[in-house]
Nanobody, 127 residues
Framework: QVQLVESGGGLVQAGGSLRLSCTTS?????????MGWFRQAPGKEREFVAA????????DYADSVKGRFTISRDDFKNTMYLEMNSLKPEDTAVYYC???????????????????WGQGTQVTVSS
């Protein structure tokens, strides 16, 4: 069972950048874990942000972050990243990383497709 720990959140002004990290407790590449980022703002449901396949060859993004956010993974460091640029106040939320073991070369965009979650890290974008 893999454990996930997010870091890198904080307070930033609109237009600024942050890089989130998600460190895992085991080698997610060898164990074939697809991974993703989700976020949840107060009073709203958890929503998909970005996903990456277990090999890193496939990625997917929510329309609201395309062109601004980049997901990547470094399996030698057991870490997944979310590079966030041109941040907007509407990006304010708790960001969660998630993982699921998979036999395919696919990405997953629904929360119920993942079975391992981190505790979340707060991102606040001021206007």
């Amino acid at each position: 069972q893999v454990q996930l720990v997010e870091s890198g959140g904080g307070l930033v002004q609109a237009g600024g950048s942050l890089r989130l990290s998600c460190t895992t407790s085991e080698r997610t590449f060898n164990s074939r874990y697809a991974m993703g980022w989700f976020r949840q703002a107060p009073g709203k449901e958890r929503e998909f942000v970005a996903a990456i396949s277990w090999s890193g060859s496939s990625t997917d993004y929510a329309d609201s972050v395309k062109g601004r956010f980049t997901i990547s993974r470094d399996d030698f460091k057991n870490t997944m990243y979310l590079e966030m640029n041109s941040l907007k106040p509407e990006d304010t939320a708790v960001y969660y990383c998630a993982a699921v073991r998979t036999s395919g070369w696919v990405t997953f965009s629904q929360p119920n497709e993942y079975n391992f979650w981190g505790q979340g890290t707060q991102v606040t974008v001021s206007s």
